[in-house]
């Protein structure tokens, strides 16, 4: 990632997942939408200027599958009700959008007309070519799988540049730095030493798809949104993963 002075995006292809927790801002549960407001705005930013932005968001504002169903609830089902959950996170950050006079089209994994569009590739390039941010819901339409590997797996479908993984911690730490005072945050790592390690970076499964595909990620805090900026322009923030 190089440094950028002027100010001026370095990449044309953005793939930002968003955690459904950070779209609950304080509540820990629903919407805030004071917190949506704030990122749509930076992500407005990066559209007007020329950067191609594709969105995955998490449910776990909601629901989230393996943990909520806690062995009482079948997997799978389970887990496609955690896939409803982020078709109403879509939904929401969308509609905030639209009041933004940000063009935006909503595409799912799981057919459902009525409210978004299927996921195909090809037309979500064409969306992204055309200025439209595209927000992709239902993760991969597969249970077994987070939204981080929906994340990735979309990311490398449309070819994106990098992919930002914003969380509530501000990179990637050696442990947990809540729990231990002595751990050290990495400015660059690489895909294995994440594996190797068992760092908290995003699941193994979605580790690996993006080492195999060789697409960078970003970690960073959302805390302040204009992170998603600093990164977009090449600022040295958080920590980044590569091959």
């Not at 390039?125 to 929906?150: A, N």
């Amino acid at each position: 990632m190089s440094e950028n002075c002027g100010g001026k995006p370095v990449y044309k292809r953005i793939l930002l997942k968003l955690s459904g927790e950070a779209l609950a801002g304080d509540k820990h549960f629903g919407l805030d939408f004071d917190v949506i407001g704030s990122v749509c705005e930076v992500i407005k930013k990066c559209v007007e200027a020329g950067v191609e932005v594709g969105v995955v968001i998490g449910g776990g504002n909601f629901w989230r599958g393996l943990k909520d169903g806690n062995g009482k609830m079948e997997r799978a089902r389970a887990d496609h009700m955690g896939m409803m959950a982020t078709v109403m996170n879509c939904l929401a950050v969308s509609d905030v959008m639209e009041q933004m006079d940000i063009p935006v089209r909503v595409m799912t994994a799981i057919e459902m007309e009525a409210v978004a569009e299927p996921y195909a590739r090809l037309k979500a390039v064409s969306h992204l070519e055309k200025g439209r941010v595209v927000i992709f819901g239902c993760g991969t339409g597969s249970p077994y799988f987070s939204t981080d590997t929906g994340a990735v797996l979309r990311a490398s479908e449309i070819r994106a540049d990098i992919i930002l993984l914003a969380k509530n911690i501000d990179g990637v730490y050696s442990a947990d730095p809540h729990k231990d005072a002595s751990a050290v945050k990495y400015d660059r790592i690489n895909y294995d030493t994440v594996l190797a390690k068992h760092l908290a970076v995003m699941d193994s499964t979605a580790t690996s798809l993006a080492s195999d595909n060789s697409i960078p990620v970003v970690v960073f805090a959302l805390k302040d949104p204009e992170n998603i900026w600093r990164v977009v322009t090449g600022e040295q923030i958080g920590t980044i993963v590569e091959k």
